[in-house]
């Protein structure tokens, strides 16, 4: 009896441990989210890229541009979206992340029909590599040309990037900046979709060197059940600025380097890009610069 008492408590001792294992084990809600989508849903928008770059280049050259390359194009959704929008319409994706490029493959490229998928060429090069024939829209968005840190190499990449351009191609990158970017120890805090499957993007800002201009940027994605993606995706750059960048544009052989804002201030109307030389001095911003070959 008092071995079986004993024996039925471990027993029942064994099956609570399984059972809090078991619990402990059960993934969370992390666990099983999948970081390019939390990233797709969060970061980026697409169709509204494409919408930039039609009106830039429609303004500029007065006809529609037809081919694309996306420099550090990620999981190429850019790409996707621009050869959807027209049947004429070709695009080059240049990224050095394997995993992110066979992401882009098997979930953005994957929706296309088979017609519309083929009028995309992924390449896996460094963005300083050719190999694309010359485009009218060479575009290099979210900021991913501040991995290189020294005037020598930013320049070096514009002038790679003007020879993948036709003679009159436009080259299309976005920048941030005002005095909240170079805050450290800042987290920007969104919620994506509310509900069940929900989730909170964090933007922090984590490292600032007045010296050289290096930051550091990680965003973390957090789940309902409390469970976080930290790290999800990190960046050690430069911290470039536009005076910087178009000195350097025009250096490599740019014509003109122009810079696109959006002058609309209410963030729920659509964006307004005019040209300027002049803006207020909002405490964070995000701009184009449009080079012209
Ligand atoms: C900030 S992500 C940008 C992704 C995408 N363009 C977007 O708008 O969300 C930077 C990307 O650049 C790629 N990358 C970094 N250095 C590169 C290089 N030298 N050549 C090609 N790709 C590079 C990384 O693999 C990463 O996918």
Not at 177 to 186: H, K, P, R, V
Not at 221 to 237: C, I, M, P, Q, V
Request: glycine share 4%.
């Amino acid at each position: 009896m008092a071995k079986g008492n004993h024996s039925n408590k471990h027993a029942i001792r064994n099956s609570k441990t399984q059972e809090k294992s078991a619990a402990d084990l059960s993934p969370t809600m992390a666990d099983e989210a999948d970081k390019f989508d939390c990233y797709l849903q969060s970061v980026q928008e697409p169709e509204h890229e494409v919408d930039m770059f039609n009106l830039v280049y429609n303004e500029i050259n007065g006809r529609k541009p037809l081919t694309l390359r996306e420099d550090f194009c990620g999981t190429f959704a850019v790409c996707c979206d621009w050869v959807k929008s027209d049947k004429n319409r070709r695009a080059w994706a240049v990224d050095l992340s394997d995993e992110t490029l066979q992401w882009g493959k098997d979930h953005n490229l994957g929706k296309l029909k088979p017609a519309v998928a083929e009028r995309v060429e992924v390449l896996r090069q460094d963005v300083r590599e050719g190999n694309t024939p010359p485009v009218d829209i060479l575009a290099a968005q979210n900021f991913s040309f501040w991995c290189f840190k020294t005037r020598t190499e930013l320049l070096d990449y514009f002038r790679k990037a003007r020879a993948n351009l036709a003679d009159d191609g436009l080259m299309i990158m976005d920048m941030m900046g005002g005095q909240d970017c170079y805050d450290t120890d800042l987290v920007d805090k969104r919620t994506i979709v509310k509900g069940k499957n929900g989730f909170k993007y964090h933007w922090e800002q984590a490292y600032f060197n007045p010296v050289n201009a290096d930051v550091s940027f990680y965003i973390h994605f957090k789940f309902g059940d409390g469970s976080k993606l930290k790290r999800a995706f990190e960046y050690h750059w430069r911290f470039w600025t536009i005076p910087e960048v178009r000195e350097l544009l025009l250096e490599a052989g740019f014509s003109e380097a122009l810079v696109y804002w959006d002058e609309e201030e209410d963030e729920d109307k659509d964006a307004k890009w005019v040209t300027t030389e002049e803006m207020r001095n909002d405490a964070s911003w995000i701009c184009y610069i449009v080079a012209r070959k």
